[in-house]
């Protein structure tokens, strides 16, 4: 843990958490994962998220990212409550504030990957002519701006992953949720990842929030917290 790197707490917490549970039911009856998780993440921090296969990483990033209802507790973003958003409210909170990378990549597999980072500026109505210059500055972050027109189901495994941590990027999120993003990659690769969430963490406006079982990605984190037996433990 670099705790020299962690930035002055100056703002208000930009997301906060109390008590947060998830359960799933299925045929057999309920499955409790998150039992009362608490963090609190400031603008400018960088969070890994370790933990057991199945523990409810996943799951917790979900929620933060309003794609999963929780089952109970509070969630506060920037001292608003978001999880008794309106749906039409949430799907703009999304939109607009939170930057996803997701376990799987899940891009748009016949679209190029041009057209796969320009989804989320159309859902936030990002003007047409700024398009462009935002789509080519996020891949050229990831080293992929030769890749613009490519389809996504020509990409190789890295090459998906830096164009879904691309996507994350494009719409200057607050809060950027990455479920494994540097899974796929070799530890050069891994790391220019972690460079590119660093300089944006750096400016201040976001935070990253990581889950991840590579030891490297959570040294590089301000803090790091282990999920267990549905609870966030910080370590
Ligand atoms: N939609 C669902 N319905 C029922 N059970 C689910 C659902 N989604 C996840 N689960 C279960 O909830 C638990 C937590 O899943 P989750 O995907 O959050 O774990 P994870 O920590 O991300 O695991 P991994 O490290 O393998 O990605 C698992 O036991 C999983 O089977
Ligand atoms: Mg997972």
Redesign the pocket.
Same mark, same amino acid.
């Given at each position: 843990m670099n705790n020299l790197s962690r930035p002055p707490l100056v703002n208000g917490p930009l997301i906060q958490v109390i008590r947060l549970s998830k359960h799933? $039911?299925?045929g057999h009856g309920v499955?409790p994962?998150l039992r009362g998780v608490n963090l609190e993440v400031h603008p400018g921090e960088m969070i890994a998220v370790t933990?057991? /296969?199945? /523990?409810?990483? $996943? $799951?917790?990033?979900?929620i933060l990212g309003l794609l999963?209802p929780a089952s109970s507790g509070n969630y506060q973003f920037l001292g608003r409550d978001v999880l008794h958003l309106s749906r039409a409210d949430q799907a703009e909170f999304r939109r607009r504030r939170v930057g996803f990378v997701f376990?799987n990549c899940d891009l748009f597999e016949n679209s190029t990957v041009y057209e796969n980072l320009e989804f989320p500026l159309v859902y936030a109505m990002v003007e047409r002519h700024e398009r462009p210059a935002r789509i080519a500055s996020a891949l050229e972050m990831v080293g992929l701006a030769h890749r613009m027109g490519h389809p996504a189901n020509r990409l190789s495994g890295g090459e998906r992953q830096r164009v879904a941590v691309a996507r994350a990027l494009v719409n200057q999120p607050r809060v950027i949720l990455a479920?494994?993003p540097t899974g796929q990659l070799d530890r050069q690769n891994g790391h220019k990842i972690m460079d590119h969430f660093e300089e944006i963490v750096a400016l201040g406006e976001t935070a990253l929030i990581v889950?991840t079982?590579d030891s490297q990605v959570a040294e590089r984190c301000h803090r790091v917290f282990s999920?267990e037996d549905g609870i966030l433990y910080e370590k």
């Open positions: 799933y $039911s299925n499955i994962v933990g057991p /296969s199945g /523990s409810g990483k $996943s $799951s917790l990033l979900f999963q376990q479920d494994e889950v079982h999920l």
